[in-house]
């Protein structure tokens, strides 16, 4: 991998003046791989997933959510 997933997902610069003065506020968010993971999760909550027969199972979600980020950062990267 090249670091994509490490690349900010969001990022946006806004520009402001305040009392005469021009301000340059820099928004960072996310990581590419952290949206990507918090999508899967959100997916895979949606879909009641189960693991082992289980739908309360949070590091097997969590484990899985990243494994689907880390697959969605290689495909992009082809």
Known sequence: ????????????TEND????VEITNNHFGFTKREAFAMAAMQGLLAANAT????????????????????????ELEK
């Not at 991998?1 to 946006?12: F, K, S, V």
């Not at 693991?51 to 290689?74: C, F, H, M, P, W």
């Open 1 to 12: 991998m090249n670091n994509n997933g490490e690349e900010l997902a969001y990022p946006h």
């Open 51 to 74: 693991y082992n027969g289980k739908t309360d199972d949070n590091e097997s979600l969590s484990r899985n959510a990243i494994q689907v980020a880390d697959a969605l950062l290689a």
């Open 17 to 20: 003046t305040y009392q005469g």
